[in-house]
């Protein structure tokens, strides 16, 4: 049972962790404070620097886009009631959203949970949580969660108003009023049971929640690449009009300032007089400063990050003179697939535990089923009907299995049908055969 100081120990813990993880959001959603040394750029120009750097949303996204949620697999003796209620389960969850919602921010903050909840009518749904509005605490000893803090609702005084505490067979939800926080009791009828699941970028033994892929490494290079983009801006500033040097004027003379100087440097012909003994002043012009250097430090940058990241140069706006190879190219591609499937692998498991909880609070016993991911490697459509073609012609009983259909980019949903229609066409010409048969005539193959 949840008591006042385990909540107040986690609000604490939550509230040491949340400006981290909103440091990270910012950074995602491009809304991080810009970090000048005062030494290149005029203060009043980084004052007004805006968000030009990508680096960050584009280190979540393009390893978060190579998990996509592809419905619940079951085996063909699968009863009809299991693959009901899984597709309305999913359907009801809209876990393709879900799911992708909870990669983001696991890749983002380094975990994310998933939740089990109700909606209006009672039933299960699954629901995404960022680990900003999160704390879990993890069990060292079994390796496992032993309990979730969620933030429901913020109050207008930006503290929280209303939590949920999930532990082990029982979700207290607390709800601050004037005389302080009251409890409610959900028990759940397994008391092992946890309805919070989680979503874990790249788990160690030292990190059992996982590891951001915003680190901090990548808010230092993005901070690197944001200051040279705005020293190019500022150079760009100080040399879009030509300045001109008059040599030898007069020490009363007046260039003029504000528009009144522009004026000067835009007229056609500008007429400088002579002074008394006939000296005119000597018109020399500053040279145009080369965005060369800039240019060469920013592709340095973006370079460490894709060491980082695994992510190509090109990816991140780099136009190499030596384009990387197709090999490399590829080489990136199998180490970023490598981590998608492990996610994948976690994420299966997590949504297979949420299922089986949710079927179990409405007394439903499921059969045999796993949770299945699209591809995370691109594979052409003519190669993967190859591959299909060459495994039926040696094993032909291959294409009445599931993951055959799957590896052909097909959904759990479709695989189940065309397995169906499949099974009805071999019934229907078995039927066909033994009609056509002799009455009375048994047909053997082989030799009489």
């Known amino acids: 049972m949840a008591t006042p100081q385990k909540l107040q120990t986690a609000l604490t813990k939550w509230r040491g962790l949340h ?21 290149g750029l005029p203060s009043k120009m980084a004052a007004q620097a805006k968000t030009v750097i990508g680096w960050p949303r584009k280190t979540v996204d393009m390893l978060a886009d190579l998990t996509a ?9 699968t009863d009809t ?11 009801r969850s809209n876990l ?9 921010s696991a890749y983002t903050h380094g975990c994310a949970f998933i939740t089990l909840a109700t909606d209006g009518d009672g039933l299960p749904v699954l629901v995404p949580r960022s680990a900003a509005w999160c704390y879990g605490t993890w069990d060292s000893v079994m390796q496992r969660l032993s309990s979730v803090l969620t933030i429901d609702s913020m109050g207008g005084d930006n503290q929280p108003n209303r939590v949920t505490l ?13 005389m302080g926080w009251q409890a409610t009791e959900f028990p759940a009828t397994d008391p092992q049971r946890l ?14 929640l996982g590891v951001a892929r915003i680190d901090r490494e990548v808010i230092g290079l993005t901070q690197a690449a944001w200051r040279t983009v705005m020293r190019m801006e500022c150079t760009a500033e100080y040399y879009s009009s030509p300045h001109v040097w008059l040599v030898g004027t007069a020490e009363d003379f007046d260039p003029g300032s504000g528009e009144n100087r522009w004026s000067a440097l835009a007229n056609a012909i500008n007429v400088v007089t002579g002074d008394e003994n006939g000296q005119h002043p000597t018109l020399q012009q500053l040279a145009q400063a080369t965005m060369t ?9 973006a370079l460490l990050l894709s060491a980082d990241t695994d992510i190509p140069p090109e990816a991140l706006g780099i136009d190499r003179s030596n384009p990387t190879s197709a090999d490399a190219l590829a080489a990136m591609e199998r180490r970023l697939s490598r981590k998608a499937d492990r996610m994948n692998r976690l994420l299966a498991s997590s949504l297979e535990r949420a299922a089986r909880d949710a079927a179990a609070s409405q007394g439903v016993e499921l059969g045999e089923f796993h949770a299945t991911f699209a591809a995370t490697s691109e594979v052409s459509e003519a190669a993967r009907v190859d591959a299909f073609t060459k495994i039926c012609s040696v ?36 039927l066909a055969q033994l009609m056509a048969a002799p009455s009375g005539v048994t047909e053997v193959d082989g030799d009489a």
């Open 96 to 104: 393709g959203v879900t799911v992708q919602q909870a990669v983001v």
């Open 69 to 77: 949620f592809a419905g619940f697999a079951v085996a063909d003796d």
């Open 19 to 39: 400006r981290r993880n909103a440091l990270r959001s910012a950074y995602y959603a491009g809304e991080q404070q810009f970090t000048s040394y005062g030494i």
């Open 166 to 178: 999930h532990e082990r067979g029982v979700d207290t939800v607390y709800t601050r009023g004037v």
């Open 293 to 301: 250097p800039h240019g060469d430090m920013l592709k340095s940058l």
């Open 195 to 208: 309805t919070a699941y989680p979503v874990v970028s790249n788990p160690s033994l030292d990190r059992p």
């Open 81 to 91: 009631a299991t693959v009901e209620w899984l597709t309305d389960f999913a359907r």
């Open 395 to 430: 094993c032909p009983v291959y294409a009445q299995t599931p993951e055959a259909w799957e590896r052909l980019g097909f959904d759990s949903q479709q695989v189940h049908g065309i397995l169906r229609k499949i099974r009805a066409q071999q019934a229907t010409d078995t």
